[in-house]
């Protein structure tokens, strides 16, 4: 007969089992996702969906149940921010063909004035990146970064890392980008809250950016390759103190000092992708103010649309629900500033507004199915994160996870925050590795005492971290800036991982009232 200590004993081992079982089961589905990506040919939405197998099997549960938590999570998932996507990019794409985007980084140029250049490229970077997919936007951007280059004969570098990383912060941190739209979705944060608070951290955020780019750029201007080189700066030579930065200890270049009398070479038409205006038809020109209005006014409504319902909340709650009137606005808002109807004003005011009146509708069509090509893959990722997210509610992975960080000494914001690194640090890519964090950090959101969007921003910000070869985005900024092997690592690299030093105390701050 088994005495009371002894039978203590088992349980508490076959409790430990369960917690090991479980625990087991998420990191060997981190582990699939880490593994499929990198090693073999399949791509993330794949690696998603079988890792999402592997840790319903690993946790115990029946096959059916499994597949049940897989097509409720995915279509939940993408039932709320799928649209959103499509439209997102869909907007993007009539920005960068019209020219618009080239027209805004030109109005942050002039408006920055002559010696703040990087100013303006970050900037530029940071707006254009909102709709626009990074890879596409420095293709678009880079010979704006080239001209001002070529006319002040100095400093290329730094303008290339201002406005690449410009991009990232944006790009990772403020929808209608894909992944923080994705994220949103999976964790269920309120849209507007987290434009806003996106926005926030994107311009705390920049001048890192700005005083990185200044302190390394001219470090590593006498690394740039020769072909680099001379389809920057021609076959003049630049002044050696200049280029290479070692006329001052490495300080920066003061792009102000420059010589402004060389003459540039004529930059590819932004617009081009237009095509010729038949006879007759006037030129099409591209103004900053048209060019910004399909993309403000959306973002406007949709922070409109969170500020009202906040207020009409607080008002229901002073007065009571019984006695609460509803009144109009509140009504209006919410319609015309849901993320699906702002998106589809924004879109059409992007075809009629933004493109000439000479544009065929099978050359808009042509582009707008260019968009949902690009945005396909990042909508199947984000529902396979939903599923992925569905199983380890399911299973009790989350629950279980949860009660293992409460008993660290752990802030509960960096859980969501140092998942999202690792996945970016194995895998490379940004949207994967925020997409993966809050999918493993949604059921655990209540448990760790932090508010859906304090969780969102942690999966959007730690997915920063140290782009390098695995990340298809380094290869486009270090191509195009001429950089390579440890010159790209402490440039581009080095850029990213401090923008996400950056947002670390910005979000221990930010957990304190959000």
């Known amino acids: ?174 929808p209608p980008t894909p992944g923080p739209l994705g994220v949103a979705g999976i964790l269920g944060a309120e849209l507007g809250a987290l434009v806003l608070a996106g926005l926030a951290f994107s311009v705390v955020l920049l001048p890192i950016v700005i005083g990185y780019a200044r302190w390394m750029g001219p470090k590593l201007e006498s690394e740039i390759s020769d072909e680099v080189r001379e389809a920057v700066y021609g076959k003049t030579a630049v002044p050696a103190g200049v280029a290479g930065g070692s006329g001052s200890a490495g300080a920066p270049a003061d792009l102000s000092k420059a010589d402004d009398t060389a003459d540039p070479e004529p930059e590819p038409d932004p617009a081009a992708a237009l095509g010729t205006p038949p006879p007759g038809a006037k030129p099409h020109r ?53 993320p699906v109807v702002a998106l589809l004003i924004g879109i059409v005011l992007a075809v009629y507004v933004l493109l000439p009146r000479w544009t065929t509708r099978t050359q808009v069509g042509g582009w707008l199915s260019e968009a949902a090509a690009s945005a396909g893959l990042i909508i199947l990722i984000t529902g396979a994160g939903g599923a992925l997210g569905q199983v380890l509610r399911d299973t009790g992975v989350g629950d279980e996870l949860a009660e293992a960080i409460s008993s660290w000494s752990l802030p509960g914001v960096l859980v969501p925050f140092l998942i999202a690194s690792l996945v970016r640090v194995a895998q490379g890519s940004g949207t994967v590795a925020m997409i993966t964090a809050a999918s493993v950090t949604a059921p655990l959101v209540d448990g760790l005492g932090i508010s859906a969007l304090l969780a969102a921003l942690a999966c959007c910000a730690g997915s920063m971290v140290f782009s390098y070869f695995n990340d298809s985005y380094f290869w486009v900024v270090t191509r195009f800036t001429g950089l390579d092997g440890i010159a790209a690592i402490r440039g581009w690299s080095g850029i990213t991982t401090a923008v996400w030093l950056g947002s670390l105390p910005l979000l221990l701050v930010a957990s304190t009232f959000i």
């Open 286 to 338: 591209m103004t900053p103010g048209l060019a910004v209005l399909p993309l403000l006014v959306p973002l406007l409504l949709i922070v409109a649309n969170t500020v009202a319902s906040a207020i009409d909340q607080n008002r229901q709650d002073a007065v009571g629900s019984d006695d609460y009137v509803p009144s109009a606005l509140p009504k209006a808002l919410a319609f015309i500033g849901s």
């Open 1 to 174: 007969m088994m005495c009371l200590s002894e039978r203590t004993s088992t349980a508490k081992s076959e409790e430990i089992g369960v917690d090991l079982q479980l625990l087991a089961a998420l990191v060997l589905g981190i582990a699939t996702i880490i593994v499929i990506v990198l090693r073999t040919r399949l791509d993330a939405f794949v690696a998603l969906l079988v890792a999402s197998l592997v840790t319903g099997f690993v946790a115990g549960a029946p096959a059916t149940e499994i597949l049940d938590s897989i097509t409720a999570g995915f279509g939940s998932t993408l039932g709320s921010i799928g649209i959103v996507i499509g439209l997102g990019v869909g907007l993007g794409k009539i920005l960068e063909v019209s020219g618009a985007a080239d027209a805004l980084a030109r109005m942050f140029v002039r408006a920055f004035g002559k010696g703040r250049e990087p100013w303006a490229m970050g900037t530029t970077g940071a707006v254009v990146s909102i709709p626009v997919f990074c890879d596409s936007g420095y293709v678009i951007m880079n010979p704006l970064a080239r001209s001002i280059a070529r006319v002040k004969r100095a400093g290329y570098v730094t303008l290339a890392l201002a406005l690449g990383c410009g991009m990232t912060l944006t790009h990772h941190l403020v």
